[in-house]
């Protein structure tokens, strides 16, 4: 069977649509609407968004317009603020773990479309796989995320098994706590599995919500040219119980205005359908120079630091429960500049080239690698710089694990839960790293940061339980979370 045709009856469902979600010509008009708006306009929806209030395309649309720039400083005083009185100071670490480059499409923009030539091709096997992993927890990471091609060799059946490999894998007192996953959109039985092996978040990335764009990047012929195959890849998810979906663009393939209102639409689909509970998070990767692919030299829609700072704070203001995902893929000063203004997490220590933790020397392996870095700085020189900028670097993977997902974890988000667990729980993750991972530099960094939060806390019994928990680590115990 030619590998197009796999999921040719599950197109049908969406093929007898007469529309989806995404109405091309409505955005346009909204924009257009919204054309350099007053002060007072702008400062109206700033004035919801401080209310903490999901915006509507309108209202979002008034701050992609926006042009002044006092209104727009205004916007990233209040990102801030917003981002501060929901997630307080944390910023999650992860790093991705590339299993395969293999695949069948051929998306004009990724050094690893099929025809490219120039990429060494490779798949992981079941003991690389553990290797890798081993040298992951060895540098401190508790959190991944398992990417893969779309290909024959990597079917459900190799996904599943390479789910639980990760999880097995011990190195120390470390091991990976949580592995979400960004691969291909699955059928509901396919997902069904992938929920049996006990994932973190199911991610994948619309790319483009511009209908004629999508068609442009990605050639028919190819699984990935379907449009609404992929638009509809969390619906099919939530449908099987796998309640937490992430989504996302790739800026740079269209108007950046046009694709922040796609993510919102999305948004507002799945809290529609789903009672509530939209993306657990959302990323907004900007395209990046990868070996034998042109298309990535000079993008026509390629986006810029300030219109890229604009994103990252309408997207916190617009959506303001989705954790906002930033990856290295950005150069360290860009990452100072917009983490600040609505991130809540960060890859570090990454490694994107195909059995690169083991490999690589300086992390780069240009051969194997989907494209290139911006920030390939050791995990332990950014959680030394996260917490000089005064921030707590969070590996904690305690929601998931006491299965607050879905609308359980819209719940606990929308409260001060967020003070009351994750701060905890980011402080004793950080201990963790600190006693098993850190450089001197970095404890000695680290642990003036625990100390500051913890006499910050206004709790006493929290308070007194975090001293403890914090003196139980010290002893040797691990795994302490609330
Ligand atoms: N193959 C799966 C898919 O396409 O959904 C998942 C893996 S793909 C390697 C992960 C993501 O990398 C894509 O969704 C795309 O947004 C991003 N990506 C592809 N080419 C890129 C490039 N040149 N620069 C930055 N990100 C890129
Ligand atoms: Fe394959 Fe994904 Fe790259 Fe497209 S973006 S070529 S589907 S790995």
Known sequence: ??????????????????????????????????????????????????????????EMAILIQNQDQETINEMYVLANKVKREIYGDRLVFFAPL?????????????????????????????????????????????????????????????????????YKAKWGNGEIRRANINCAPLSREELAQLKEVGIGTFQVFQETYHHQTYQEMHPAGTIK??????????????DVGLDDVAIGVLFGLYDWRFELMGLLYHTIHLEEKYNGVGPHTISFPRIEPAIGTPFTAQPKYAVSDEEFKKIVAILRLAVPYAGLILTAREK???????????????????????????????NM?????????????????????????????????????????????????????????????????LKEYLLDFASEETKKVGEKAIEQYVDQMADPKRKSFLRQALVRMEEGERDIRL
């Open 1 to 58: 069977m030619n590998y197009y045709h796999k999921y040719q009856a599950e197109f049908m469902e969406y093929d007898a649509m007469a529309q989806d979600f995404i109405d091309d010509d409505r955005i346009w008009a909204q924009l257009h609407k919204a054309a350099s708006p007053s002060k007072a306009a702008v400062r109206e929806v700033l004035a919801k968004a401080e209310r903490k209030i999901r915006l509507d395309p309108e």
């Open 98 to 166: 590339y299993i395969s480059n293999k695949c069948a499409n051929n998306c004009r923009y990724c050094g690893f479309r099929r025809e490219n030539k120039k990429v060494v091709r490779r798949t992981l096997t079941m003991e690389e796989i553990a290797d890798e992993v081993k040298t992951m927890i060895s540098e401190g990471q508790k959190r991944t995320v398992l990417v893969y091609g779309e290909s024959p060799e990597t079917n459900i059946d190799f996904i599943c098994d390479s789910v639980r490999q990760v």
């Open 225 to 238: 040219s379907h449009y609404r195959w992929r638009l509809y890849a969390q619906d099919r998810a939530m």
């Open 332 to 362: 360290p000063e860009v990452r100072r500049e917009v983490i600040p203004l609505g991130v809540s997490q960060i890859d570090a220590g990454s490694r994107i080239g195909v059995g690169g933790y083991r490999q690589s020397t300086g």
């Open 365 to 429: 392996l240009p051969d194997k690698e989907q494209f290139q870095l911006g920030d390939t700085r050791s995990l332990d020189q950014v959680v030394y710089e996260t917490c000089m900028m005064g921030n707590i670097p969070s590996f904690c993977t305690a929601c998931y694990r006491a299965g607050r997902t879905g609308e359980d974890f819209m719940a606990v988000a929308k409260s001060s839960f967020v003070h009351n667990f994750c701060i905890p729980n980011a402080i004793l993750t």
